[in-house]
């Protein structure tokens, strides 16, 4: 019996250890995400000098500027509206700096729509969206549809540095509308450690089943 019984010890170890990881998986995730949430409710800051994705997402700005020509479409839907575009145009702001800004939806059928350029004040975040892998299509530049936001790439199209905020109020009220920050980070962890648990006591229960019966054939 000693053999089943050190195997069935550490199976229950090893998914134990499993469970608690997921738990300290949990607490690090939580974190981020009250960090994010923290950042989308502070109070608007200035656009920094130098921003970064791994310093400055998420972070809340105010900024005025002025909309360049060109639009950039980016295909998606927001529902209840139903199907439409982002629409991504270039940010001059005060200082010179030029960056993309998302200004947010319009319908299909305002995709091409004239939105002339004039001066602007808006409020939002700053964003880096991971939105596209190997399977992510290429833009299709001649009807102007992309698939995704792709801050590098957009960047490069538009002339602008590689910086995005996404707005969340602006003072043109007949611009396109503006979408909420999605945060795009999966926090399941708690289902993953009540999952190794429940192996664990499975694991438990099944090992003590089997010496129960290994008992029995000795006796």
Known sequence: MIAPLLFGIAGVAILLTLGFWQLARLEWKQAILDDIAGRLAAAPAEVPAAPSEAAHEYLRVAATGALEP???????????????YRVIAPLRLEDGRRVLLDRGFVPIEEKDAPRPPRRLRVEGALLWPDETDRFTGAPDRAKNVWIARDVAL??????????????????????????????????DHLEYALTWFALAAAWAMMTVYLLWRIKRRID
């Open 154 to 187: 957009m960047a490069a199209e538009l002339g602008t540095e590689p910086v995005m905020i996404v707005a969340a109020a602006s003072d043109d009220p007949a611009g396109p509308t503006p979408l909420p920050v999605g945060v795009n980070i999966r926090n």
């Open 70 to 84: 060109r639009e950039l479409h980016v295909y998606t839907s927001a529902p209840p509206r139903g199907v439409g």
